[in-house]
C-alpha cells in the first residue's frame, strides 16, 4: 500500500478522539487495506469530505435553529438528502 506516514499518522490519530462518519469510513477502509494510491492525495480527499461533512453539520444546526423546526434530525435528513441512504 502506499500510504504516506503522514497520512497514517493522521488516520491513527481519529482514532484516539471522536469520529465523524467520514473518518470512521476512511479509517475502516485504510485498516481493511482498501485504499490504495498516493497518501497525500488520500489525504487531501478525506479532508474534503470532511469539509463537506462540517459544513452539513453547521447547515443542518442553523436551519432547526433559524426556524425553530419542529420536526426531527431524522426527518431533516430525509427532506435534505432525499431519504434513507442505509
Do not use: P, R, W
Request: net charge negative; hydrophobic share 30%; proline share 0%.
Amino acid at each position: 500500500m502506499a500510504l504516506l506516514k503522514n497520512t497514517t499518522t493522521k488516520l491513527t490519530e481519529v482514532t484516539m478522539s471522536k469520529q465523524t462518519a467520514v473518518e470512521l469510513f476512511a479509517l475502516d477502509l485504510y485498516e481493511k487495506g482498501l485504499l490504495k494510491g498516493n497518501g497525500d492525495e488520500i489525504q487531501e480527499l478525506l479532508e474534503q469530505a470532511k469539509q463537506m461533512e462540517k459544513e452539513q453539520m453547521i447547515d443542518a444546526y442553523e436551519q432547526g435553529d433559524k426556524y425553530k423546526l419542529n420536526f426531527s434530525g431524522e426527518q431533516f435528513y430525509n427532506e435534505t438528502y432525499g431519504g434513507e441512504s442505509c
